[in-house]
């Protein structure tokens, strides 16, 4: 028998992991990507059963036809995700297809995929099993939670301790992740989202008073 064909769209850290999952599982994988030097990167350390593809209208169509599971994990910081698969692509997957659009909380990148809960998670349409849970570490919450706060914690720290305004001053992975500041836009991101004025970040953050 032929192995699975797994489709990822997106070769960051969602990913990444899903097609070392799929991999591993003896599947037939293809990642897809806009960011060259990504895939390259993949392609030197995952196994010959993952190739590598750019992320184009062309090469989705083509790898659509023959995936039995399509991951989505694409994201544009700040920005909604753009729909990679569209509603009348669906008619050319065959029939049973399984799709699981990780990205879903970000908008999605297909374009059928609606938010659901790990107590109700999939839903049909073209004969195409959709699968979008917007929290899907929930199902392990206590590992998941773990995780999340090892990295976290030190910048609520820094907040609790500094307040905001000056650990955002000293810290910029802190700085990065600010997207209002006194009612101004200051991530382009979001700027450009919602078609607002960006403002640098420093011309608003109030200036140290020590
Ligand atoms: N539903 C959930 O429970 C859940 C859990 C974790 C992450 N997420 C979401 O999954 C998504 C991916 O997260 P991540 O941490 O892997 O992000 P990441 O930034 O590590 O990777 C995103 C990748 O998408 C690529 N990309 C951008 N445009 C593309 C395009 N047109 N075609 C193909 N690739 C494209 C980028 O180059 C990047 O490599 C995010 O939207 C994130 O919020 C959801």
Not at 69 to 92: E, F, N, Q, S
Request: glycine share 8%.
């Amino acid at each position: 028998m032929k192995p699975a064909h797994v489709l990822v769209l997106g070769a960051g850290i969602v990913g990444t992991q899903a097609a070392k999952v799929a991999a591993g599982l003896g599947a037939q994988v293809t990642v897809m990507d806009i960011n060259l030097n990504r895939l390259r990167e993949l392609d030197d350390f995952m196994p010959k059963n993952v190739v590598t593809q750019y992320s184009n209208e062309y090469n989705i169509r083509e790898a659509i036809k023959t995936a039995d599971l399509i991951v989505g994990a694409v994201l544009i910081p700040g920005a909604k995700a753009p729909h990679l698969i569209t509603r009348d692509m669906l008619k050319t997957m065959r029939p049973g297809t399984v799709v699981v659009d990780v990205a879903v909380d970000q908008g999605g990148c297909i374009e059928t995929c609606r938010p659901t809960t790990h107590e109700n998670p999939t839903f049909i349409i073209d004969d195409v099993v959709h699968y979008c849970v917007a929290n899907m570490p929930g199902a392990v919450p206590y590992t998941s939670t773990l995780a999340l706060t090892n990295a976290t914690l030190p910048y609520a720290v820094k907040l609790a301790n500094q307040g905001w305004q000056a650990a955002c001053r000293q810290d910029a992975a802190l700085r990065l992740g600010l997207n209002v500041v006194h009612g101004e836009v200051v991530y382009k991101g979001v700027a450009d989202a919602w078609g607002l004025p960006l403002v640098d970040v420093a011309d608003v953050l109030e200036p140290a008073t020590v």
